[in-house]
């Protein structure tokens, strides 16, 4: 039987298990989803629903083969928001231990495509670009609200927690730097201060340089399947020039960034089905756009496992595909091929 192996995370310091026999054991294989309709007339994001998605942030117009007052994509606020948009005091103290503020921020929803039964990986780079286009927009916007974390995220199947099939993305401004956001500008920070580097430029070559982790390489952006990754194909598409808001990204940079995101998606679904995953564009906290110390990363993460009480006790993930092999199979795919 082969041993584990523990790999420490550069970004967190922190290790998961390396543990290929793992994925020897029984596997639950959940039943395929029916064909989503075209349309559905129940649907609040389908067209001719606008009107149940008031407030209308931002729109990308459909192209104009296609009847006036089409969209293409659209950023609305989400109707059962985490934080909304308001004012209060910074912080409440309660019986001196336990600290509070008030829920200040705001949460959207991009709606993707006007077709219910589309996803990102089935058609045109230009078509995730938009999406793309308006993660940048709108974070450019939300980002001058003051303090805090601007995190466009994608759930994808119901076991990555998605509760409508319309094609849709979410937008989350905190008035706060979450923990794991805190930990990771520190780590880098520190690594600044060791070597005068900035880590994900560091890393992202030594990734490129070593070759086995790459899944995809272009002029402006690269996918790697990172040494301590945390899932099973668990995979990060980074700047190859150092950049540490996605909202700065320039438009070669976005277009780039769209159709590796394409391709990575379509080669995952080529490989293992259309399975749950997660993504998240992580940034550098508001105000810190122009720092040396760290770069925006996008990181997808597919929910093969549950999380159980090993994770639960230790923080430690325990990954059974290593990410030599996640990134191998994942670079032999059609959608990929040898060179993007
Ligand atoms: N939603 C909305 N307007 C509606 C119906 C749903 O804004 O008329 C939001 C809903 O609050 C949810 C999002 O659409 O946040 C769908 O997100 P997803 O399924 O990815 O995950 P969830 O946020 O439910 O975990
Ligand atoms: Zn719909």
């Known amino acids: 039987m082969a041993m584990s192996e523990l790999r420490r995370d550069p970004f967190t310091r922190d290790w998961v298990v390396i543990a290929p026999e793992r994925a020897h054991r029984p596997q639950h294989t959940p039943a395929a989803a029916p064909p989503a309709p075209a349309t559905d007339p129940h649907c609040p994001f389908c067209p001719g629903h606008e009107q149940e998605t008031p407030g209308e942030l931002w729109r990308r117009p459909a192209y104009p083969d296609h009847p006036p007052g089409a969209w293409a994509v659209r950023v609305v606020p989400n109707r059962y928001p985490v934080l909304t948009l308001g004012h209060g005091p910074a912080r409440h103290r309660t019986a001196g231990l336990f600290i509070s503020a008030a829920g200040i921020g705001s949460h959207e929803v991009v709606i993707e495509s006007p077709r219910h039964d589309w996803d990102l990986p089935d058609g045109e780079d230009t078509a995730v670009a938009d999406v793309l286009c308006a ?54 920070r520190t690594y600044y201060d060791d070597y005068g580097r900035c880590l994900y430029t560091d890393v992202t070559a030594a990734e490129l340089a070593d070759g086995r982790r790459t899944v995809a390489i272009g002029d402006h952006v690269a996918a790697f399947s990172p040494y301590a990754a945390r899932a099973a194909y668990e995979t990060w598409i980074v700047p190859r020039h150092h950049q540490a808001s996605f909202a700065d990204a320039g438009d070669e940079v976005l277009t780039e960034t769209a159709a590796m995101l394409r391709r990575l998606l379509d080669a995952l679904r080529h490989l293992l089905g259309d399975v749950p995953y997660n993504y998240a564009l992580i940034s550098a906290p508001n105000g810190e756009e122009a720092t040396a110390y760290f770069a925006w990363h996008l990181q997808l993460v597919p929910r093969l496992a549950a999380t159980a009480g090993f994770e639960l006790g230790s923080g430690m993930a325990v990954n059974p595909v290593p990410p030599e092999r996640a990134a191998a199979e994942l670079r032999g795919t059609p959608p990929l091929g040898p060179h993007i």
Do not use: C, K, M, W
């Not at 001058?144 to 319309?166: D, I, K, Q, Y």
């Open 135 to 188: 993660y940048r927009a709108r974070s450019l916007v939300l980002r001058e609200r003051g303090p805090g974390l601007v995190l466009p995220f994608r759930n994808h199947g119901p076991a990555a927690g998605t509760s409508l099939a319309h094609p849709h993305s979410q937008i989350v401004a905190t008035p706060i730097v979450p923990l794991r956001q805190r930990l990771l500008f520190d780590v880098a």
